[in-house]
């Protein structure tokens, strides 16, 4: 059998690759207005940082992380031998953790500076099992703001995916906002014990996962998937009661400006999301129908300690990140398809092979001039040209024949109107010629003025 491609993984083919290209540039213009600049780290990161940024306990960390090995590592530790850490290295899980590792290493945050508001898209890797909507290679745009701990952050950052969803085509009535606020060191211990004594009272009716997780991080069980845990959590404590002062002034600013911006949201205070980095704000958003259990398209929130985490001096943070593949399950789910890739403004065909070098050089002096097009690569009958050219949705076709030639003109056809005209072939060439000067970006003229209709 022929070799397919690993398990949990997709190939974005043409239509797909085009889409996920003006995915990115949509992406980029949006967060443009709001001052996010582009920035790019690599795939791959010291696994220590993913287990100080992220959580050592969290289920990302000790269960979904591809570690790398480079060929002479993997021989001695295959040989009982032990390596560096800095060699153990970890495909990354998520964006955020190398992004906030390159804002500490290049101090892209000074004492006293403006914040930093980075924009990243591009894979993640996480060792889960496939399914539909869950792969092991997805494609994240995520977006970190560092610096500001004020609500208007989080609340633009919320604001400003809400309005990429939008642009992209989701539609909004089929999207759900969930936030919470998962308060700081002040308030967040207290709650945690609150849980996890809530959670030994009850200990007979969870599932063996969530005792183990009671005692190392008992929000966890928040995210159980067993009804039965889910049912007992129902009644757990509410974070929502135990945020300090300033957490709860904080959250509370966070809704107003949400609700100053008209957007709707679902408190919810069980969002805790899987990372162990998060502090005060968290959302997510889920589509409300057609994605099944992995509805949900998009998360984040503040995460004020985790610079000092990976080692750099206090800096306070906000981010999330979106999950590509899950936008494009959405917009199926709307009954959205991808538009075409292909862009063809011309064809030219041979009536012979003759005229075969002409039509080369005319296909060349046309897409220098800024038009896409194509000639018959496969000796073709003249029909069958003509079939191809109706297929890559031809504007206009352009026949090149030895008569015509002969008298230095060329036929071009409108694909649309079926009209057909003479056109010049030196007048038409030296026109080409002067579009091929202009510099890049210029607005061409259409095929027909090129064509002197
Ligand atoms: P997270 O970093 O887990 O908050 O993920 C952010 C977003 O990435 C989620 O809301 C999903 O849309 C997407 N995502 C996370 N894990 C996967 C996965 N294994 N496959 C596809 N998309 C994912």
């Known amino acids: 059998m022929a070799i397919q491609s690993p398990e949990g993984t997709r190939d974005l083919l043409p239509d797909e690759a085009k889409f996920w290209a003006h995915f990115k540039a949509v992406a980029a213009d949006i967060f443009g207005r709001y001052g996010y600049l582009p920035i790019e780290t690599p795939l791959f990161e010291q696994t220590e940082l993913f287990v100080r940024g992220i959580g050592e306990a969290t289920d990302v960390v000790s269960k979904e992380m591809f570690t790398a090995i480079s060929g002479q590592n993997l021989q001695t530790l295959l040989d009982g031998g032990s390596i560096k850490a800095k060699s153990r290295l970890s495909l990354r899980p998520e964006g955020t953790a190398g992004v906030v590792r390159a804002v500490v290493q290049h101090d892209l945050v000074p004492q006293g500076a403006q914040p930093a508001k980075l924009m990243y898209a591009g894979p993640m890797f996480r060792a889960e099992r496939p399914q539909k909507g869950r792969q092991r290679q997805f494609n994240q745009v995520g977006i970190e703001c560092l610096g500001a701990e004020e609500p208007s952050v989080d609340a633009e950052g919320i604001i400003m995916l809400m309005r990429f969803y939008a642009a992209i085509g989701i539609p909004v009535e089929s999207t759900r906002l969930l936030v919470n606020s998962m308060g700081c060191e002040a308030c967040r211990p207290a709650y945690r014990e609150a849980v996890r004594a809530f959670m030994a009272e009850h200990a007979g009716e969870l599932c063996e996962e969530c005792n183990r997780r009671a005692e190392i991080n008992p929000l966890r069980a928040f995210d159980c998937k067993n009804p039965g845990c889910a049912a007992v959590m129902e009644g757990a404590p509410k974070i929502t009661d135990h945020l300090c002062d300033d957490c709860r002034a904080h959250y509370e600013a966070v809704k107003a400006y949400l609700d100053g911006a008209g957007l709707a949201y679902v408190e919810d205070s069980k969002l805790v999301r899987g990372l162990d980095y998060y502090t005060r704000t968290v959302f997510e958003v ?41 936008c494009v399950l959405a917009l199926e789910a709307a009954g959205r398809a991808f538009p075409p890739a292909a862009r063809c403004d011309f064809f030219v065909a041979c009536v012979d092979d003759s005229v075969r070098a002409e039509a080369f050089s005319l296909v060349q002096a046309m897409r220098d001039a800024g038009f896409a097009g194509e000639m018959d690569h496969q000796h073709r009958s003249l029909k069958s040209q003509f079939k191809l050219a ?29 009209e057909e005209r003479l056109a010049d072939l030196a007048a038409t060439k030296a026109l080409l010629a002067r579009l091929s000067a202009e510099p890049q970006g210029f607005e061409p003229p259409s095929i027909d003025e090129v064509f002197g209709a």
Do not use: C
């Open 390 to 418: 109706d297929k890559l949705d031809a504007a206009q076709v352009a026949v090149l024949g030895p008569d015509e030639l002969a008298e230095g003109k060329v036929k071009v056809r409108n694909m649309q109107t079926h």
């Open 286 to 326: 889920q589509v409300t129908e057609g994605m099944g259990s992995q509805n949900a398209i998009g998360g984040g929130g503040r995460y004020d300690k985790l610079a000092q985490e990976v080692g750099g001096r206090p800096t306070p943070g906000f981010g999330w990140a979106l999950g590509y593949e899950r």
